[in-house]
Each structure stands twice: as C-alpha cells, then as structure tokens.
Nanobody, 124 residues
Framework: QVQLVESGGGLVQAGGSLRLSCAAS????????MGWFRQAPGKEREFVAT????????YYADSVKGRFTISRDNAKNTVYLQMNSLKPEDTAVYYC?????????????????WGQGTQVTVSS
C-alpha cells in the first residue's frame, strides 16, 4: 500500500513558476513508477508527466514539454513537478500517482495509487 500526499499548489501569475511535491509512504517507493496528472473544471483528467523508478526515463505531455520537469528523490520518497512559464490553461487540480510496473505509462488507469490533489491556479 502506498499513500501519496501532494503539496505546493497555489495561485500564480502567467509566466510564473511553481514546484509541486508528492510525498509517499512505504518502504518500496523506489520500485514505483510515478506520474502527475491534472484535471481542470469540466474536463477529463489528463496525463502530465511520468518518471521511471530510476529517474532515468521520463515522458511528458506535449502541452507541458519544455516547461515542466518531473524528478524524484528516492531517499526522500518524494516526486516533484517543476512548472515554469505557467499559462492560464495549466489551471487544474494536479494529482500524483504511483504505478507498480516496469514501464512508464501515460494512462491513468494503469496507476494503482492516487493522492488527493493540489490546486494550481494561473491568472492571466
């Protein structure tokens, strides 16, 4: 069982930056593939980024590529999402997720555990 707690959300102006954190419980964090997803009001949940257990492999949605960076610190059981050059369309609740598997994935249904989410609001 893995419990995930996100933090770092807030209100920021367009062009600004935020860093989200996701703290995981459990001793096997390093064996999980981690991902970030987001859901805007009235829209379906969408994939943002994912990172392999080693941190060597990452994959991003086209909409955030070049602006967002996912990273992890297995010693701290934490995964991060650095968000730069934020746009109003990035406004959403951001969720951290963990996947027990060997390959990174961009589909939410392939993730086993989810956090409660953190709100990110980007004003124009």
């Amino acid at each position: 069982q893995v419990q995930l707690v996100e933090s770092g959300g807030g209100l920021v102006q367009a062009g600004g930056s935020l860093r989200l954190s996701c703290a995981a419980s459990g001793r096997t964090f390093s064996s999980y593939i981690m991902g970030w997803f987001r859901q805007a009001p009235g829209k379906e949940r969408e994939f943002v980024a994912t990172i392999a257990w080693s941190g060597r492999a990452t994959y991003y949605a086209d909409s955030v590529k070049g602006r967002f960076t996912i990273s992890r610190d297995n010693a701290k059981n934490t995964v991060y999402l650095q968000m730069n050059s934020l746009k109003p369309e990035d406004t959403a609740v951001y969720y951290c997720a963990a996947r027990a598997g060997n390959t990174i994935a961009a589909i939410g249904d392939r993730y086993n555990y989810w956090g409660q989410g953190t709100q990110v609001t980007v004003s124009s």
